[in-house]
């Protein structure tokens, strides 16, 4: 097909389909004359991949395009993937938080890797997790909310659950090709899943414990 | 204090701190002179939330701004305070990829209704979680992968699980201001700790699948 029609195809203007061709989000087509080119439908993917990871995922395109790079390098071992896309979409301040301290292990850090024995995690000291989920735990504080700590483990449990069925679905998949698509699009939209059913959570839970009873809410046209 | 001190008890720089204040993140301080002000704790207090939201959540600054002024807003209620910290840490574009579209409601959006009413979660049409699932489980079904369809439940759980835990928080509070300080520190580096223990939980249950016995592993100095 012509990009007009890799445009109607995908929804995705035409202007766009040629900002990701350059910014090397979308790969070559078959050039058919110096100013065409054919697509097809690995191509339609592809731009449906770019569009959910930027949109919908709020990723810049810097780090769409180090995904695309990690999926499209087919000699990376499926754990190699799954550490180089988690890399990819965790907030890069986040990462050095830590490093630019004075060096000493936070108490953040500390609390994070006793919750890894107690639960029997076993990873990498790399993985971009782990500072992320330090720097939170600092962060609380120093905001002298420490009681928030209390809802460590809760939290543990959810992304137990949440991990072990995404690891279920990767190793349902058919072949490898599937397995690393699994890996990629779980990983990247799975957070924005995870954040969106929690605020439907929250709402409800807010409802049920300050509100009104729901006697007064049934009446409502708003409710979902 | 003057800005310098404040700039030690934070270890943010003053040219930093002058940009929260004119982008109104940072409240004024008293006024000693035309060229100087005074601050105090709850300045300190403000920088380290304000630094905690943008360099730890990674939020923009226009979003930092946006929960500021729900948290200084002191006659919205708590629940109302949820709803604009939430609809302002979602990204922008996951809520319009539903409204740009045919009008129609998408199988995301049913599914996700389906859902509401099977767990009992009594929220607004408002609630941005719900665009936001919904466009997640429409991409899903787009590129392919109607098999990730299946993750939903154990992310459904996972999200009760976490909103108990917060709405705990919340309640356990002894006054307004820490109720209010625990939705909005809770609601934006909630999503950061949970993201961050996903991978964590990730990278271990694909080691448990996918590598070598633990046996291989035990010598390395890498592991957490």
Known sequence: MRISELSTATGVAVPTLKFYRREGLLHAGASTSPNQARYDETHVARVRLVRAMVEIAGLSTAT???????????????????????????????????????????????????????????????????????????????????????????????????????????????????????????TVLGDSLLSGLRRIAQESESQRRFSAPPASLAGSEESC
Not at 133 to 140: E, F, I, P, S
Not at 161 to 174: K, N
């Open 64 to 186: 769409a395009q180090r995904v695309i790079a990690a999926l499209d390098d087919e000699r990376m071992p499926l754990n190699t993937l799954f550490g180089v896309v988690q890399r990819a979409v965790t907030t890069p301040a986040a990462l050095t938080v830590h490093s630019s301290s004075t060096g000493e292990e936070t108490d953040g850090a500390r609390i994070i890797a006793e919750l890894c024995l107690r639960r029997g995690w076993n990873v990498h000291r790399g993985n971009p997790g782990l500072a992320t989920a330090a720097a939170v735990l600092d962060a609380y504080v120093q905001l002298d909310r420490a009681d928030l700590l209390l809802t460590l483990d809760a939290y543990a449990d959810a992304a137990d659950t949440v991990a072990r069925s995404d690891l279920g679905a990767v190793s349902g998949a058919g072949d490898i090709t599937a397995m690393t698509d699994i890996v990629v699009i779980g």
